[in-house]
């Protein structure tokens, strides 16, 4: 194994190695190296969906000439008992971008996030990017966490998936094993993620531990591997799940893995999530969609969100990668109002008047009624709260499986045109007997 010093990155390059052994020369040379960022994709079927799958297929596939210098790995879909030191093999060897190896079919060879997120990082870099995609359909969090992290989190070691979910290998570690741990010698600058939608009825309760977990223990793995070069909190995104319809899924699984994708914060980088960037896809439903509306075919959106995140917490550019969060929540009880001042500015696009859910109690009994938006201004926003004549204890926002139609959610970031991410809050300044002055 040879560790080089960093290299600025440039290229095409050739590399030599050569070995003597008694009077025979070895001599090895490996052709068109680049020097530059490699990002590892990895997580479920939308990572793994193909840029043949997406909207604009045809376009997106001819648009390589500019894109050279972005190279492409696709680890093959293997999985192993034990932590293999070596990829079992690969689907597409280190390449440069072409129409057959990215629209190779359906969720094979290239992920489209994997590829976009790349493109947009190339066109900001303007250096070499490569990228590893490493995913499989179907797959919860477990079979991608290595035993350690499994352990960290108390998962019940004999869990298995039900059987009607099961679409890909769910056993616990197994593609961590031959999918993740082979890749550690590598020297990353991060890893973008796209999985969730398996664990909705599967051990959704130990996401909020798992997925952190995962975080943490790839960063060791990888900064271990590399000798140190992988830096040991890398950048790590992510994309919020996107909304599906759901025939027998109950309507509270997927807002609630939403929040534990952001370990119950509601966004990141937070302190259980260090330098990590989410891309928000509640709005980028598809109805329509041949692949089922559990894959949207926006998948430009998704890697543009995400590579606005990679700019801010990879690269350190001043930019906003992140909708708009309330930071203050007030209670105007004698004008029947729930005041939210938000953390920046807010661009109300549409009313609605069920997206904003309020918590309300009366002898230890609550139920969620809607709130209405009223007025609004530049970075608040007021809520009807009239329904309400007990207690209000909590509010929730886009809080569903499906909160809004396409790009049509009510709030957004006006100028980077992000969404309000989905979230959940006690109200803490509740006035014992506040509502009597109101209920008259």
């Known amino acids: 194994m040879v560790v080089l010093d960093p290299v600025k990155p440039g290229g095409p390059y050739e590399v030599m190695a050569q070995q003597t052994l008694g009077r025979k020369n070895f001599t090895l040379r490996i052709h068109d190296v680049l ?5 590892l994709c990895s997580g479920q079927s939308n990572m793994q969906m193909t840029v043949s799958q997406i909207f604009n297929a045809t376009s997106e596939l001819s648009n390589t000439a500019a894109y050279q210098s972005v190279h492409i790995l696709s680890v093959s879909l293997t999985q192993a008992q034990q932590e293999l030191e070596d990829l079992a093999k690969v689907d597409l060897q280190w390449s440069k971008p072409t129409l057959e190896n990215l629209g190779h079919g359906n969720f094979t060879y290239m992920s489209a996030v994997c590829w976009l997120f790349g493109r947009y990082l190339h066109d900001t870099l303007r250096y070499p990017v490569g990228l590893i995609s490493s995913s499989w359909a179907g797959t919860p969090i477990e079979a ?14 004999q869990g298995f998936m039900p059987s009607d979910l099961e679409t890909g290998p769910s056993e616990y570690s197994v593609l961590w094993n031959a999918m993740i741990h082979p890749l550690r010698n590598m020297t ?113 959106t998704v890697a543009y969100r995400l590579h606005l995140g990679a700019r801010a917490v990879a690269y350190g550019a001043k930019l906003t990668f992140q909708g708009p969060l309330p930071q203050k929540i007030e209670l105007l009880g004698d004008m029947g109002l729930l005041n939210l001042t938000y953390s920046q500015p807010i661009q109300v696009q549409r009313h609605n008047n069920k997206i904003f859910e309020i918590s309300c109690c ?79």
């Open 35 to 39: 020097f530059g960022d490699v990002w």
């Open 144 to 157: 991608w966490s290595s035993e350690r992290s499994l352990k960290a989190c108390g998962v019940p070691r």
């Open 188 to 300: 990353l600058k991060g890893v973008i993620w796209y999985q969730g939608e398996s664990n909705v009825n599967f051990n959704r309760d130990l996401y909020n531990c798992t997925f952190p977990a995962l975080i943490e223990d790839w960063r060791q793995t990888f900064h271990d591997g590399s000798q140190g070069q992988t830096e040991r909190f890398f950048p790590f995104g992510f994309v919020q799940l996107s909304s599906y319809l759901s025939g027998a899924t109950p309507n509270d699984g997927l807002p609630e893995i939403r929040w534990h994708q952001t370990a119950d914060f509601g966004y990141v980088p937070n302190l259980r999530m260090p330098n990590t960037f989410m891309a928000v896809a509640v709005d980028l439903c598809d109805r329509n969609s041949p692949f089922g509306s559990t894959h949207p075919r926006d998948k430009q």
């Open 362 to 440: 009366s002898d230890h009994q609550c139920k969620w009624l809607p709130a209405p938006m009223d007025t609004f201004s530049a970075q608040t926003l007021a809520l009807n709260v009239k329904s309400c004549h007990n207690s209000l204890v909590a509010v929730r926002y886009a809080w569903t499986t499906w909160p809004c139609e396409y790009k049509q959610c009510p709030l957004y970031h006006p100028t980077s045109a992000l969404p309000a991410p989905p979230f959940t809050a006690f109200i803490t300044n509740q006035i014992p007997g506040y509502r009597s002055k109101v209920a008259k």
